[in-house]
């Protein structure tokens, strides 16, 4: 790379324009119509040295970081009216108050609605998927084994997840919050995409694109409501619950299913089999305990048991065993 | 890269076997490894180096070394890594410029070490990095300020603001640009936000 030169120094003074020349492209590439060609040429720019490449992707991510400031923006409104010459921070407060009475007038409206939207229910068996378009635009897509209902009101948007995982495309509403009720807890959106997944003891929520709320509803298990953002995964069970960050290609691997596939990396055998076993009436099963703590790599069909098991013994050198319906890995 | 390796021996020019990373592996690991970093070596260039216009270069620098070493092999310690480059750059400079700094060039391992304490309640972060972007906003200039908050808060497109504001869309541009670096300066910043003082 001839940027850095043999003298093992950069020229001075270059950083400065190199920066505005990357925020340049950066801002045209996040808020302009941006096509094929521009990214043709933005890859060529970028090719040029390291020292194009290093100025672009640190604005990359942080100005991804800075999604915190999307908070400011009050969910119950839209864009504001065009007139924020003024100083915009009295702006906001305003907002902020004009949108606490606005809400507390939608409850009110709300317990007043009359008729009561009609609730859809949708399930799918194991080893299923399916894809529900609502009226409103938005989707829900769900995975195996997996029973919802939805309501789409005037007011209000609502789904219940009684069983499974659901990854969910909010067509944002101002006017109408989109709320996700899994058991005690209650998920709101404000403007996103995300993954819910119901377990026996826990729900986890991993968020890919906006943000969502999360609120307990009863008063016995009561915790702060928590805003999750893009790339944040939360696991609450009754007694806690833990948010974590996770990176895009977790993210992307945790919803392989919606292309019907499950993704391990670096995953233990009996993890692996859980997922399986979530898409499968034949089971796979691991009962030596060293076996299971094997871990795999690799993508494979959620409804081909036989192709992973095969893999397994072929990389791990283990052994198969059919047993009726289900596959039994071994040593 | 005859003139460099020695530098930075002991890592990228070790004999240990390391990975090779391609462009995404390299992004990625730049953007998770290094970048988080960025507070602490901007608080160790500039307690190092009189000429604080010279910071920025100093800084694009160390990331373009870092990056085309770790490209041919990805170093294990990413903290250690960066220190020591930059410390390496720092005293190139000085052999080659013929002056010597008024403090000499500190101990690398003193560095950054309360980065491995355990951070405080996510919350309080997200608070106060909420205070701290919104800060930097209210310095920007009225407009460009404006512009912004319209892309950034309210998720307009580049189009939509200037229709909003009435002004060229090349005027747009230029604002959104300037502020896009301020936030990111503030945002990896994090907390020792220099510019406040200024």
């Known amino acids: 790379m001839s940027a850095v030169g043999e003298e093992g120094a950069l020229p001075l003074g270059d950083a400065n324009e190199i920066e505005a020349e990357a925020a340049d492209w950066f801002q045209r590439r996040r808020f302009w119509h941006w096509s094929e060609e521009d990214q043709i040429r933005l890859d060529a720019w970028l090719d040029q040295s390291m020292a194009h490449s290093v100025a672009y992707w640190r604005l990359d991510a942080g100005f991804e970081g800075t999604e915190r400031l999307t908070a400011l923006r009050h969910p119950h409104f839209g864009t504001p009216n065009p007139a924020p010459k003024r100083n915009w921070r009295p702006i906001l407060f305003r907002t902020a108050a004009a949108a606490l009475v606005v809400s507390a007038i939608g409850a009110f409206a709300l317990r007043y609605e009359t008729p009561p939207p009609v609730e859809k229910a949708y399930a799918t068996g194991i080893g299923r998927t399916e894809r529900i378009a609502l009226s409103d635009g938005s989707s829900i897509e769900l995975n195996t084994n997996t029973k919802l209902r939805v309501s789409i009101g005037r007011k209000q948007r609502r789904v219940f997840l009684d069983r499974g995982e659901a990854y969910f495309q909010v067509a944002h509403d101002a006017q109408r919050p989109f709320v996700v009720m899994v058991g005690k807890r209650r998920i709101t959106d404000l403007g996103t995409k995300f993954l819910v997944r119901r377990g026996a003891e826990q729900v986890e929520i991993a968020v890919s694109q906006g943000r969502v709320r999360l609120e307990a509803t009863n008063e016995s298990h009561a915790f702060a409501p928590v805003e999750l953002i893009k790339g944040e995964v939360v696991v609450a069970n009754d007694k806690q619950i833990v948010v974590k960050t996770k990176t895009p290609k977790k993210l992307a691997d945790e919803l392989g299913w919606r292309h019907g596939v499950l993704v391990f990396d670096h995953t233990s055998l009996s993890d692996a089999a859980r997922e399986f076993n979530r898409y499968n009436e034949g089971k796979l099963i691991i009962e030596d305990p060293q076996v299971a703590q094997l871990t795999i790599d690799g993508t494979f069909r959620s409804n081909n048991v036989g192709l992973f098991a095969r893999a397994a013994k072929d990389l791990l050198g283990l052994r198969i065993e059919v047993r009726g319906a289900d596959t039994v890995i071994a040593r | ?198």
């Open chain 2, 1 to 198: 890269m005859t003139g460099r390796s020695e530098d930075h021996r002991g890592d990228a020019g070790g004999r240990r076997l390391g990975a090779v990373m391609n462009a995404s592996e390299l992004r990625e690991w730049f953007a998770h490894e290094v970048l988080p970093l960025e507070a602490a070596l901007m608080q160790f260039l500039q307690h190092n180096w009189r000429n604080q216009s010279d910071i920025a270069d100093l800084r694009q620098e160390v990331y373009v070394r870092v990056c085309e070493a770790a490209r041919a092999e990805r170093p294990e310690n990413a903290k250690a890594f960066v220190f020591r480059t930059a410390r390496n750059i720092l005293i190139n400079r000085v052999r080659r410029e013929h002056v010597v700094p008024i403090e000499a060039v500190a101990d690398v391992d003193a560095l950054g070490v309360a980065m491995d304490a355990p951070g405080p309640d996510r919350t309080v972060i997200a608070r106060d990095e909420l205070r701290r972007l919104q800060a930097v906003l209210d310095r920007l200039p009225d407009r460009c300020r404006e512009a912004v908050i319209l892309g950034r808060v309210e998720g307009l497109s580049g189009r939509e603001i200037a229709s909003r504001m009435g002004i060229t869309e090349s005027t747009v541009s230029i604002h959104l640009a300037n502020g896009v670096r301020a936030l990111v300066d503030a945002f990896f910043a994090n907390g020792t936000d220099r510019r406040g003082k200024a």
